[in-house]
């Protein structure tokens, strides 16, 4: 029973063998990185999770308040109710800023005016300005921008009152 030597590898298979373990290491670094991507990533108070803006004592009567990580406005009418408007126009999508002097949101792309609700004034915008779901807990404003709600008018249904 003899063992028989075994033939010493040569540097051709041993980098040969190398670089196959290594190129298979890229490619699943590469298919980790890539699915990780894909995976939503909505931690509380992130655009597209709920939201919590504040308490409701935090927004006055006829006050607009923009919220910048939700990507919306609190607009607190002046008997008391609630809105969460999207701050993205209608027309072709830009990012509609309130005008504080002229108590309207006044598009700066195409001048699409909204009133304080998000209803048209002045056109292109075919519709008024979306909104999200708005709840009330506890006394805090919870805001859910997972969800858009599109609207063709205004309705008082839409107030949400504390």
């Not at 290491?25 to 990533?41: D, H, N, S, W």
């Amino acid at each position: 029973m003899s063992d028989a030597p075994s033939s010493p590898v040569s540097r051709r298979d041993f980098l040969k063998a190398a670089w196959m373990f290594l190129g298979g290491l890229a490619t699943l670094e590469t298919v980790g990185v890539f699915i990780a991507y894909l995976q939503p990533r909505l931690a509380e108070g992130e655009f597209g999770s709920v939201i919590t803006p504040g308490k409701v004592d935090d927004f006055p009567p006829n006050s607009v308040t923009h919220i910048p990580n939700g990507r919306f406005y609190v607009v607190r009418t002046g008997d008391g109710g609630f809105l969460a408007i999207y701050h993205r126009c209608t027309h072709l999508g830009c990012t509609v800023p309130w005008d504080q002097t002229a108590q309207k949101f006044i598009c700066p792309c195409h001048n699409s005016q909204f009133d304080r609700q998000g209803v048209v004034e002045n056109p292109p915008a075919p519709r008024p300005l979306d909104l999200f779901a708005l709840t009330i807990e506890n006394g805090e404003l919870k805001v859910d921008t997972g969800k858009i709600i599109q609207r063709q008018t205004f309705e008082t249904a839409q107030v949400v009152y504390p």
